[in-house]
C-alpha cells in the first residue's frame, strides 16, 4: 500500500490538503518514545501540522538530545509536563490550568503509548525539576485508533487542543479537534476491520 510520507495515510486517504496552520501563544515540544512518529496512528504530529514551530525529539533516558534540553530551558517560555498530578512526586509543583499570564506556556507532551508515556515519565530525570500540568479533560475520548489504556484517557492531540482551549489559543484548538476528526476518519476509512466500525452508528463511517 502506497502512503503519503507526510500524514503516513494510504494516499489515497491523504489529508495534507486539508491542513490549516494556525499561530498561538502556547509552544509544544513532543518528546517521542521510539519508533512513535512512524506509526500512523500516531497524533502527536497532527500538533506540528497545525503549530509549525512545534519541535519533537527522540526520547533517551541517559542522552537526551541537546537541543532538546536547550528548548525545554528557553528563557522565553514557562516549561511543563503535560501528565497526571497522581504521578507527581510529593513535593513537585502541580498546575491544573495553564498559565494565562507572563511567559508562554511550552507543554511537553510525552508521546507513546500509556506504558512508553509513564516509562519516559519516571525516567527522564533532566525533566524532574519542571511543574507538571495535570489537564482534566471532561469529553470522552474520540480516539479509536488503539485500545485506551484505562478510562477517561486521551490521546496527544485532544490534550493539545485542550490545552490550547484553556490557555486562550482558541483559533488554534479549534483547528487542532478539526484536523484531529479529519485524520481519525482518514485512519479508519483505510482500516474497513477496525473493530470500530462493528458497533459504531452508520454516520460515524
Same mark, same amino acid.
Given at each position: ?49 497545525? %503549530? ?5 525529539? +527522540?526520547?533517551?533516558? =541517559?542522552?537526551?538530545?541537546? #537541543?532538546? !534540553?536547550?528548548?525545554? @530551558? ?70 479509536? %485508533? ?5 478510562? +477517561?484517557?486521551?490521546? =496527544?492531540?485532544?490534550?493539545? #487542543?485542550? !490545552?490550547?482551549?484553556? @490557555? ?38
Amino acid at each position: 500500500m502506497l502512503r503519503c510520507q507526510r500524514c503516513l495515510l494510504p494516499q489515497k486517504n491523504c489529508l495534507c490538503a486539508t491542513i490549516q496552520p494556525q499561530t498561538a501563544r502556547s509552544r509544544f515540544c513532543l518528546v517521542m518514545f521510539d519508533t512513535e512518529p512512524m506509526k500512523p496512528s500516531n497524533t502527536g504530529r497532527l500538533i506540528a501540522d497545525i %503549530l509549525p514551530p512545534t519541535e519533537a525529539f +527522540g526520547w533517551s533516558r =541517559t542522552q537526551p538530545d541537546p #537541543a532538546l !534540553l536547550s528548548a525545554v @530551558a528557553h528563557p522565553d517560555y514557562q516549561p511543563m509536563v503535560v501528565f497526571p498530578a497522581s504521578y507527581a512526586d510529593a513535593g513537585r509543583e502541580v498546575l491544573t490550568a495553564p498559565p494565562l499570564s507572563g511567559k508562554p506556556p511550552l507543554f511537553i507532551m510525552l508521546d507513546g503509548t500509556w506504558t512508553e508515556a509513564r516509562k519516559m515519565f519516571r525516567k527522564s530525570p533532566w525533566l524532574d525539576a519542571l511543574p507538571v500540568m495535570s489537564l482534566n479533560v471532561t469529553s470522552p475520548s474520540r480516539y479509536t %485508533l488503539r485500545e485506551a489504556h484505562g478510562e +477517561g484517557q486521551h490521546c =496527544t492531540a485532544e490534550v493539545a #487542543a485542550a !490545552l490550547l482551549e484553556q @490557555a486562550g489559543d482558541t483559533a488554534a484548538a479549534q483547528a487542532l479537534q478539526l484536523h484531529f476528526e479529519y485524520f481519525r476518519h482518514a485512519y479508519l476509512a483505510g482500516k474497513p476491520h477496525h473493530p470500530v466500525h462493528q458497533h459504531a452508528p452508520a454516520d460515524e463511517l
